[in-house]
């Protein structure tokens, strides 16, 4: 078996937890208030302090999804950091999968195969 | 000793904790999850139980990925909420059961179930949603144990493996000597994915067999591994496991009190399944 055996995904596992230790913590530093104020105020500033690549920074820089998870990030963490700016799941949702997100969000309704 | 009254296992996503603060129970989104939890309010009622043993997944409040347990529990006489990055409004703290909480760890520590205990615990809106859905008065009746399953990082525990934890807990808690009414909690799930190009798959068929299984065939989902389980249910979908060790608690056979599922609330899919002991 593959390390990721799932199409379309990247399984949060030991490799990713390692690359995106330093992203990863950053995102939990969001649990405080005062760390998202902070991070608003200079951004680079923030993640120079977390020791983020260059990747994970211009990633966070860019808000882009994808990347932030290539270079480690864990979803539940990216939320945190998604939370920020007021972005809910769909917006992400959509994000990664190239939709609008009326588009995602009907995605998730044809689920219901009805 | 103390007893199973029965078993609860439903969704968590921050969005309900969300309309729960902004009042949408009645919103047309809402209301078919919302409309789910009254019969087991009812239940909860009449069944009037001491103690609920919430099994979930924590999202980074109390544990971060430097120190990543694979089964924790609580052993604190209080548990607190807090922002988990998103300013909800936090929920009133929860009562523990050290005592209780140590016989657990005693009994499952015998039976090789290594368990990191935890004398202070923060616990988050896997644990907090589905207590303020069950008890919206959110004026909790019970003392609670958290049992915690590394859902997040793999190598996670297998199936088989939760499952048998859940078994155990079911013995620990028939070997206490109080008198006790337990209810057991299991909250995640069902299939969701929220990462990648595969962002919003859904799997209701897998669903609504995974329901039925915990029903009339109890390990038909610990045939599979996690990896499977992902692929089936989505990356956030293996939350199961948690339903997987709420399940273990009870015996062989049990009765279906109540089902609801419902596509999606945010990107998941809820669902919401009582069974009591025959």
Request: proline share 7%.
């Given at each position: 078996?593959?390390?990721?055996?799932?199409?379309?995904?990247?399984?949060?596992?030991?490799e990713?937890?390692?690359?995106?230790?330093?992203?990863?913590?950053?995102?939990?530093?969001?649990?405080?208030?005062?760390?998202?104020?902070?991070?608003?105020?200079?951004?680079?500033?923030?993640?120079?302090?977390?020791?983020?690549t260059?990747?994970?920074?211009?990633?966070?820089?860019?808000?882009?999804?994808?990347?932030?998870?290539?270079?480690?990030?864990?979803?539940?963490?990216?939320?945190?950091?998604?939370?920020i700016?007021?972005?809910?799941?769909?917006?992400?949702?959509?994000?990664?999968?190239?939709?609008?997100?009326?588009?995602?969000?009907?995605?998730?309704?044809?689920?219901?195969?009805? | 000793?103390?007893?199973?009254?029965?078993?609860?296992?439903?969704?968590?996503?921050p969005?309900?904790?969300g309309?729960i603060?902004k009042?949408?129970?009645n919103?047309?989104?809402?209301?078919?999850?919302?409309?789910?939890?009254?019969?087991?309010?009812?239940?909860?009622?009449?069944?009037?139980?001491?103690?609920?043993?919430?099994?979930?997944?924590d999202?980074?409040?109390?544990?971060?990925?430097?120190?990543?347990?694979?089964?924790?529990?609580?052993?604190?006489?209080?548990?607190?909420?807090?922002?988990?990055?998103?300013?909800?409004?936090?929920?009133?703290?929860?009562?523990?059961?050290p005592?209780?909480?140590?016989?657990?760890?005693?009994?499952?520590?015998?039976?090789?179930?290594?368990?990191?205990?935890?004398?202070?615990?923060?616990v988050?809106?896997?644990?907090?949603?589905?207590?303020?859905?069950?008890?919206?008065?959110?004026?909790?009746?019970?003392?609670?144990?958290?049992?915690?399953?590394?859902?997040?990082q793999?190598?996670?525990p297998?199936?088989?493996?939760?499952?048998?934890l859940?078994?155990?807990?079911?013995?620990?808690?028939?070997?206490?000597?109080?008198?006790?009414?337990?209810?057991?909690?299991?909250?995640?799930?069902?299939?969701?994915?929220?990462?990648?190009?595969?962002?919003?798959?859904?799997?209701?068929?897998?669903?609504?067999?995974?329901?039925?299984?915990?029903?009339?065939?109890?390990?038909?989902?610990?045939?599979?591994?996690?990896?499977?389980?992902?692929?089936?249910?989505?990356?956030?979908?293996?939350?199961?496991?948690n339903?997987?060790?709420?399940?273990?608690?009870?015996?062989?056979?049990?009765?279906?009190?109540?089902?609801?599922?419902?596509?999606?609330?945010?990107?998941?899919?809820?669902?919401?399944?009582?069974?009591?002991?025959?």
């Amino acid at each position: 078996m593959s390390r990721q055996p799932v199409p379309g995904t990247i399984i949060f596992d030991g490799e990713q937890a390692r690359k995106g230790y330093a992203l990863n913590k950053m995102c939990y530093s969001f649990n405080e208030a005062d760390n998202r104020t902070a991070f608003l105020r200079d951004e680079d500033l923030y993640c120079a302090r977390y020791g983020l690549t260059a990747a994970q920074s211009e990633a966070i820089r860019s808000r882009n999804v994808p990347r932030l998870i290539d270079a480690g990030g864990n979803a539940y963490y990216l939320a945190k950091f998604a939370g920020i700016f007021g972005l809910d799941m769909q917006d992400i949702g959509a994000q990664q999968t190239g939709l609008t997100k009326d588009q995602f969000k009907a995605r998730l309704l044809a689920a219901r195969g009805e | 000793m103390a007893e199973i009254v029965g078993a609860i296992s439903v969704s968590h996503v921050p969005a309900i904790g969300g309309a729960i603060a902004k009042g949408l129970r009645n919103d047309p989104y809402w209301k078919p999850f919302f409309d789910g939890f009254p019969p087991v309010r009812e239940w909860l009622a009449q069944v009037r139980p001491d103690v609920a043993v919430v099994v979930y997944n924590d999202h980074g409040l109390n544990f971060f990925l430097d120190k990543m347990p694979t089964f924790a529990i609580g052993a604190a006489p209080e548990y607190r909420n807090a922002d988990e990055g998103w300013g909800i409004p936090v929920v009133p703290p929860f009562r523990g059961d050290p005592a209780l909480s140590w016989h657990l760890i005693e009994s499952l520590v015998a039976e090789e179930f290594d368990l990191v205990t935890c004398q202070e615990m923060r616990v988050d809106h896997a644990f907090t949603l589905p207590m303020a859905l069950f008890w919206p008065d959110q004026n909790w009746p019970v003392r609670t144990v958290p049992v915690v399953v590394n859902t997040v990082q793999a190598p996670l525990p297998s199936a088989a493996r939760c499952f048998r934890l859940g078994q155990a807990i079911g013995r620990a808690i028939a070997s206490w000597p109080g008198r006790e009414r337990v209810v057991v909690i299991g909250s995640g799930g069902l299939s969701h994915q929220l990462d990648g190009e595969r962002a919003g798959f859904i799997n209701k068929d897998f669903d609504l067999r995974f329901i039925d299984s915990l029903v009339n065939d109890p390990t038909w989902a610990t045939k599979y591994s996690t990896a499977e389980l992902v692929e089936l249910a989505g990356t956030q979908g293996i939350e199961l496991l948690n339903w997987l060790v709420a399940r273990g608690t009870l015996p062989a056979r049990v009765r279906q009190r109540h089902v609801n599922y419902h596509i999606p609330i945010s990107n998941t899919a809820s669902g919401l399944l009582l069974l009591d002991p025959v």
